[in-house]
């Protein structure tokens, strides 16, 4: 069986999928199509009629109408505490003047967008741009702030900004709950049998990479856009993690509270039901 599997060049995916990717564990009779894309790609190819049968998603996307034609696995997740998106900028400022600031974010269907936009949805004025060109253009002062996600968040330091809020620290700090950033989905017509197979080899997949991680570590380079082998598993430690492997009940309640809170806020039209495999 032939399927398409999509996922983002950070590190993190590609840890979880070397050894899918590399054909080191038993793929069952799956011959996987692979390719790789910009989160901000992924959200917008997921909601194609023709589109991958198994791929990453930021919550956030998935979240808008595409969660009725895939279900999110159990495995692949990122998801975890004071991991989120972070607010930079050239020059510290009040965040009580956010509704001022020209903002850039890394996609509208992200999940860095749906964050900022419960803690600030009065501030109208977001930009959405490449994820890797927002550092250059808040230093060129041409914004006055924007969301880093992936390797940004461990680099933003080196390049002259600072950092005006950690989402992910905030979101800890006012709800004290897993912060859901991004998932794995499958295509619901897919057969039940076919799925649990897609959820067991994901998890073997990073068993796998974990066992072998100095192995993986040319693949991961490969694609990373900050080369330093230090950043690189820094950002890995951060993304992949026990909910990775599993989401668990604790990993699923986080992602329907950040639904429900989606849809408090008016950001969100609907609550996705019936998401899990």
């Known amino acids: 069986m032939k399927l ?14 070397y050894a899918i990717a590399n054909k ?22 997921a909601l194609k009629s023709d589109c991958p049968e198994v791929t990453k998603i ?11 034609k895939y279900v999110t696995l159990n495995s692949g997740a990122a998801l975890g505490r004071n991991n989120g998106p972070v607010l930079v900028a050239k020059h510290e400022f009040d ?9 850039l974010i890394p996609g509208v269907n992200t999940t860095a967008n749906l964050l900022f936009s419960i803690f600030f949805p009065d501030a109208p004025n977001k930009t959405p741009i490449l994820f890797s060109e927002i550092e250059k253009e808040v230093l060129a002062e041409n914004y006055d702030c924007g969301l880093l996600i992936h390797e940004g968040r461990f680099t933003y330091r080196d390049k002259g900004l600072k950092k005006i809020i950690d989402f992910g620290e905030k979101w800890e700090r006012e709800f004290h709950q897993l912060i859901p950033l991004g998932t794995i989905i499958a295509k619901r017509s897919l057969d039940s049998e076919v ?29 990373a856009r900050e080369l330093s082998d230090e950043v690189t598993k820094s950002h890995i430690g951060l993304y992949v993690n026990d909910y990775t492997k599993r989401l668990g009940q604790e990993g699923r309640s986080a992602i329907e509270f950040l639904y429900a809170k989606g849809f ?3 950001f969100l039209k609907e609550k996705p039901q019936d998401i899990f495999l």
């Open 264 to 266: 408090e806020c008016g």
């Open 58 to 68: 930021s919550s956030n996307a998935y979240a808008i109408d595409i969660w009725k």
């Open 95 to 103: 965040v009580k003047d956010m509704a001022k600031k020209k903002i």
């Open 195 to 223: 799925l649990k197979t897609l959820d067991r080899l994901i998890f073997r997949s990073i068993e796998y990479a974990f066992s072998h991680i100095e192995e993986a570590m040319p693949y991961i380079r490969s694609y």
């Open 4 to 17: 398409r599997l999509s996922y983002s060049t950070c590190p993190n995916d590609t840890f979880i999928f």
């Open 24 to 45: 080191r564990i038993d793929l069952e009779g799956i011959d996987f199509e692979i390719s790789m894309h910009d989160i901000d790609v992924l959200n917008h190819n």
